[in-house]
């Protein structure tokens, strides 16, 4: 069945074709090609899809849809059904203009009106949003007097469901109203999602969408280097060829893989984000740098043990003054569970600290804020924490200043904001301790760092190298 038949069937639009009134413009549509793949890479399926080109849409109402954090996808691991509500219509490619009664894809109210479906029809069947994440919904039944869960994650028209209650019951009543794809999760938003049961072992990774950024960019055969950030690569004369590339496009992709499933590029990334509107041939170096990062650590993943339990642990730091510029200190974070990072951030401070303790306890309430939603929604989830959680980082002065709060010539000046962390301190919900710089497992989100320093990092974050395929693969060299 075509495209094309399946929309006509679902009354997206009215059968007879009619012109929009007087001063109203049709939304024209065109066919987008897509091309489906399994979690190996393989094409699966060649698609046509219709949809409106929302880009020339002048008039729309509210557009925002929530969506999962990615987080909570990691933490829990239909467009064409929402109506629309004005009076729009739409130029098919045959050329026939139809008043819309559905959402379609590209219209920029699209999403909005779906997720207001879903959320009704999951709301009728006893789900629960999520306050802390308004992509997240969980349902709790009692059968012969056991609790039994579904918890379930949306992204737009994509979902991940897990639980002990009975999910193809669920599905398959969803699947009357909805028409659904259902199957054990292998690809979610170009992230590989493998679980081996008897292991408890799940890992995620993003290699085949990252082969897919390097095969787009010209850097498939490119050598390969065991870091994504060097001094050396602002000061080298690498040519002209670096300077082809699309830099905002191959940032928002670095972006989404960094922020999904490569935790180890994320300082990197928060440099290359700073020069979007102006980047020089440094800036282009840097990121052709990544781009060779990436090439050798392709099969990299986030891998994640089920033995280890749901307790959370979090890493802070940061570098005081470490922006050359501006002069304002780097901070990072990340959040252990399970053996691998789950959350994680690296991030300039707005306001410019001056000591090492200001920069540290600045880093700490950024922390300290993720935390605090971090165990809420766990709460919800129905995982209450059962004790303080631990919040490392390597400053004595810091810890000691929310520790034991005092008011003297150097801190007195710290914003009021800042003082968050105190709170929470005091109320028992966080508690701080001290390790060695080598032992914080956020050094990498504040700073480049040399070969073995940065692969502690990666293993400190729990990611793995899962076995190489393919004769392509050229051994990493120091650049």
């Keep these: 069945m075509t495209e094309y038949s ?49 880009d020339l849409q002048n008039h729309h109402g509210k557009t925002f849809s929530p969506t999962a954090r990615i ?35 590209g219209l920029k109210q699209s999403g909005r009106e779906w997720n207001k479906v879903l959320h009704a029809a999951l709301v009728d069947r006893g789900f629960k949003r999520m306050e802390e994440d308004f992509g997240v919904y969980r ?27 009975d999910l193809e019951g669920f599905l398959s009543e969803l699947d009357q109203q909805f028409k659904l794809k259902r199957g054990e999760v292998e690809l979610f938003l170009g992230m590989k999602i493998a679980t081996d049961d008897a292991s408890g072992i799940m890992t995620i990774d993003q290699c085949h969408q990252i082969e897919t950024i390097l095969n787009n960019h010209g850097f498939a055969n490119a050598s390969a280097v065991a870091t994504p950030t060097s001094d050396s690569d602002q000061h080298s004369n690498g040519g002209t060829a670096h300077l082809k590339l699309n830099y905002r496009q191959v940032f928002c992709e670095l972006l989404w893989v960094s922020g999904c499933t490569r935790p180890d590029i994320s300082y990197a990334d928060t440099q290359l984000s700073r020069h979007c509107a102006d980047p020089k041939p440094e800036h282009f ?10 090439r050798g650590t392709i099969n990299r993943q986030l891998e994640y043990n089920q033995h280890l339990g749901i307790d959370v642990t979090l890493y802070c730091d940061s570098d005081h003054a470490a922006e050359k510029s501006g002069r304002r200190s780097i901070s990072g974070y990340t959040v252990i569970m399970a053996g691998s990072a789950i959350t994680w951030a690296s991030k300039r401070q707005v306001s410019i600290a001056t000591s090492s303790v200001q920069a540290e ?4 309430s950024a922390a ?18 059962s004790s303080p959680t ?18 003297h010539a150097t801190t007195k000046h710290i914003a009021t904001h800042y003082h968050f962390t105190r709170e929470l301190v005091s109320n028992g919900i966080i508690e701080l301790r001290w390790i060695g710089t080598k032992e914080i497992v956020a050094d990498g989100f504040t700073k480049g760092l040399s070969r073995v320093p940065h692969e502690s990092f990666v293993r400190m974050l729990g990611m793995v190298d899962a076995p190489r395929q393919g004769a392509c693969w050229k051994g990493l060299r120091e650049q």
Excluded at 41 to 53: C, Q
Excluded at 392 to 402: K, N, P, Q, R, V
């Design 285 to 294: 170096r840097r990121m052709r740098r990544v781009l060779r990062y990436l």
């Design 71 to 105: 987080a909570s996808i990691r933490m829990i691991n239909r467009i064409l059904h929402g109506h629309i509500t004005e009076p729009l219509w739409i130029k098919l490619p045959d050329g026939s203009t139809h008043r819309l009664r559905k959402s379609l894809y």
């Design 390 to 407: 631990i919040i490392h980082g390597d400053s004595t002065g810091a810890i000691a200043l929310a520790d034991h709060p005092t008011s």
């Design 6 to 54: 399946i929309l006509n069937g679902m009354n997206t639009w009215d059968k007879e074709a009619t012109d929009p009134p007087p001063g109203v413009r049709a939304i024209p549509t065109k066919v987008v090609l897509i091309r489906k793949r399994n979690d190996k890479g393989d094409i699966i399926k060649y698609k046509a899809r219709i949809v409106a080109r929302g």
């Design 139 to 165: 349902r709790v039944r009692n059968i012969g007097g056991v609790d039994r869960t579904t918890l379930l994650a949306i992204y737009v028209d994509d979902g991940l469901f897990a639980g002990d209650d």
């Design 368 to 385: 300290a804020r993720e935390t605090l939603w971090i165990r809420s929604l766990l709460f919800s989830l129905g995982f209450p924490p």
């Design 361 to 364: 306890y600045q880093g700490l």
